[in-house]
């Protein structure tokens, strides 16, 4: 079992930055493939970027390529999303996700253990 806290969310101006943080409980965090997804009103949760166990490997949507960087700290137990070039379009609830290896682009759905949510809100 994995319980997943997001913080770091909030209201920032367009072309700004926020860094997420999200914080697992348990021991085998670093067997965990983790992600960043989020759901903005009335559309459904998209995927945002996600890490291997190790963090050597990335992958992230396009339209957020090259503004957001995902990172992960084992001994730590916490994954970051650090988002820079903020734009309104950005503005949703960001959750962070676990699912066990293998790493990939998967879906929501493949996704076992989900935060509560924070939220993002870039104003133009």
């Known amino acids: 079992q994995v319980q997943l806290v997001e913080s770091g969310g909030g209201l920032v101006q367009a072309g700004g930055s926020l860094r997420l943080s999200c914080v697992a409980s348990?021991?085998?965090?670093?067997?965990?493939?983790m992600g960043w997804f989020r759901q903005a009103p009335g559309k459904e949760r998209e995927f945002v970027a996600t890490?291997?166990?190790?963090?050597?490997?990335?992958l992230y949507a396009d339209s957020v390529k090259g503004r957001f960087t995902i990172s992960r700290d084992n001994a730590k137990n916490t994954v970051l999303l650090q988002m820079n070039s903020l734009k309104p379009e950005d503005t949703a609830v960001y959750y962070c996700?676990?699912?066990?290896?293998?790493?990939?682009?998967?879906?929501?759905?493949?996704?076992?253990?989900w935060g509560q949510g924070t939220q993002v809100t870039v104003s133009s």
């Open positions: 890490i291997n166990w190790s963090g050597s490997s990335t």
């Open positions: 996700a676990a699912r066990p290896l293998p790493y990939g682009a998967w879906p929501p759905r493949a996704y076992d253990y």
């Open positions: 348990g021991r085998t965090f670093s067997s965990y493939v």
